[in-house]
């Protein structure tokens, strides 16, 4: 299965559009949305094209491909408009023996750990920075913001085909991979 994964829409209508043709560029079989889709949050600023409302219709087209996780922006009135669920705190999807925690980061992140094990992945959004760190105990990934990038990285997304991820610009191209290791 090839996963788009991506974090931190906030409400940009602009963005999302841009979001949605790498989705389809990508022939994903799903969306991972990792939290903030509709509100930019007091510490931001507003983003280019903000139009919570038409993210709402965009994102409810493709309502039976999207698995999302809830941002520290996301309020209990999102789900009452969004049609799929965005209020799990996590989610956990599995690649052969390894785990990968799928959270916002606000909560779970390098400094407060989930229950992960030697070699799982720990992936989330919220920092708006691309990151790919292997720790001993985990590995740590992010795939920036799609609308409010920072620290001078793009506004991007990841896919990840079971075996290899890769962020991209929403242009398409690639700025950093990472291939899991073999399991003994």
Not at 55 to 84: P, S
Not at 136 to 155: C, F, Q
Request: negative net charge; glycine residues 6%; aromatic residues 10%.
């Amino acid at each position: 299965m090839k996963w788009f994964i991506a974090s931190d829409i906030h409400g940009s209508a602009y963005y999302c559009e841009k979001l949605l043709e790498a989705y389809r560029r990508e022939q994903a079989d799903k969306m991972l949305l990792l939290g903030d889709v509709l509100y930019h949050g007091p510490r931001n600023d507003l983003p280019e094209g903000y139009a919570p409302k038409k993210v709402i219709a965009m994102l409810n087209e493709l309502e039976n491909e999207i698995l999302c996780v809830r941002g520290n922006c996301e309020a209990e009135v999102d789900q009452m408009v969004l049609n799929f669920p965005v209020l799990a705190d996590y989610a956990i999807l599995t690649v052969g023996k390894k785990m990968i925690f799928v959270t916002h980061g606000h909560v779970f992140n390098n400094n407060n750990l989930p229950p992960i094990k030697t070699g799982d992945i720990l992936l989330h959004g919220h920092t708006h920075v691309p990151v790919c760190e292997e720790y001993e105990t985990h590995i740590y990934m992010n795939p920036g913001s799609v609308s409010i990038p920072k620290e001078n990285s793009p506004h991007s997304y990841m896919v990840f085909d079971g075996e290899r991820f890769e962020w991209k610009t929403l242009e398409g191209d690639i700025y950093k991979e990472y291939v899991l290791k073999e399991e003994n």
